[in-house]
């Protein structure tokens, strides 16, 4: 009998986000196989997903908390290496935001023959920060070298990696230009999004009272409370929307922004129409009673809350930003496209889906193009390990 392959996962946490629910959606259907071991190494075993899983994958704790601070992720290089020298396994796929460059540094020092995969689920650091600068420019400026450093440090080591992956095509193109690859050397693989346990979640009851006969349509968002997501723009879109229009707005999801979403809902007199729940477990039984869900973020690499609620049936309304959302709804096939920022369109957009709804069926087989299984399958073939 074959010895079992060894396949390690690297996370930051287990937070509720995407990149998380990514990983455990391939954990979960890896863990089916018997010729793999799975190790899920994150840097703090914290967050909303922690008891979410698979029993067959051991967890290994490095206990250091991240910042988006240089010497916090330093710190991870020699507990990584730490853990190389010591567990030896075949293949670690890194889905460390901003500092997967940290695991190609680790495997240098631990001199072991693993086979790294820098898996890119965001913009390049400098890019991002410029994004979320122009979206709250009030904010205060983080005073790191970070962001001057990393491009550089990234063109030098992301090479030696055995492979680099990116969530979009978008993305991809903006890493090989960025980061003076080869063209085409960056690979995409769509995120594991769509698989039966998720449609059967979509199915469950919500005890919610907006979600009961004879109520208003609601609208959905679903993210961290950062400034990535551009809440503001998506309330304001919403009050004016909610001027012409009886309806409601749920925001599934928590971050550092609540006391300002709360105020600006005050201020904007929706109290009664706006409710931020926190995270909630089973978004997708939302997402398929919600009229649409709405993204407003200024930036992504590839929004699975979109291919989500096309799953169960939700109209969708998204901002036309960096990456994702075109690749995704096929340039407004599939859902309505606005500009990033744009208050005016986003309410429009509200409008349209309301009064002229896409058939939902279609929306469903759209989001087929995203399934754990297909994507499972190219990790494999990556690897050269066959699909069961």
Same mark, same amino acid.
């Given at each position: ?117 820098? #898996? ?53 193109? +903006? ?80 971050? +550092? ?13 929706? +109290? ?35 291919? +989500? ?33 744009? #208050? ?45």
């Amino acid at each position: 009998m074959n010895k079992q392959k060894r396949i390690t996962f690297l996370l930051k946490s287990l937070e509720g986000g995407g990149i998380e629910r990514v990983v455990l959606n391939l954990l979960n259907h890896l863990s089916q196989r018997d010729d793999i071991c799975l190790d899920l190494v994150v840097a703090s075993l914290t967050g909303e997903y922690l008891n979410q899983f698979p029993p067959q994958v051991r967890v290994i704790d490095l206990q250091i908390r991240i910042e988006n601070r240089s010497k916090s992720y330093l710190k991870l290089i020699p507990a990584i290496a730490k853990y190389l020298q010591k567990e030896k396994p075949d293949y670690l796929f890194s889905h460390l935001p901003i500092a997967n460059v940290i695991t190609v540094m680790s495997k240098v020092i631990a001199r072991v023959p693993v086979s790294i995969f820098l #898996v890119e689920h965001t913009l390049l650091f400098n890019s991002l920060l410029q994004r979320e600068k122009r979206s709250l420019n009030d904010r205060p400026k983080r005073l790191d070298i970070l962001p001057i450093l990393l491009p550089m440090i990234m063109q030098w080591f992301y090479p030696q990696a055995n492979g680099i992956i990116a969530v979009s095509k978008g993305l991809a193109r +903006e890493l090989e230009m960025s980061l003076k690859l080869k063209p085409n050397s960056v690979q995409v693989i769509y995120n594991p999004v769509i698989d039966d346990n998720l449609l059967f979640k979509s199915r469950l009851p919500i005890e919610h009272p907006w979600f009961q006969p004879n109520q208003p349509p609601v609208l959905l968002a679903i993210g961290r409370l950062t400034a990535q997501k551009d809440y503001q723009s998506l309330l304001y879109a919403f009050a004016r929307f909610r001027e012409q229009f009886p309806a409601k707005l749920l925001i599934l999801g928590e971050g +550092e922004l609540r006391s300002e979403l709360e105020a600006l809902v005050s201020k904007l007199s929706l +109290e009664n129409d706006v409710f931020l729940p926190g995270f909630v477990s089973n978004p997708y039984a939302y997402m398929s009673q919600a009229t649409a869900l709405v993204l407003s973020s200024v930036w992504e690499a590839l929004p699975t809350v979109l291919i +989500e609620a096309m799953a169960c049936g939700c109209q969708v309304i998204s901002t036309d930003c960096p990456y994702g959302p075109d690749e995704i709804l096929e340039q407004g096939k599939y859902g309505w496209l606005v500009p990033v920022q744009d #208050v005016t369109a986003l309410a429009t957009a509200m409008h349209q889906a309301l009064n002229s709804p896409i058939n939902p069926d279609k929306l469903k087989l759209r989001s087929q193009s995203f399934t754990v299984e297909q994507a499972v399958s190219n990790y494999l073939t990556i690897i050269d390990l066959k699909k069961a």
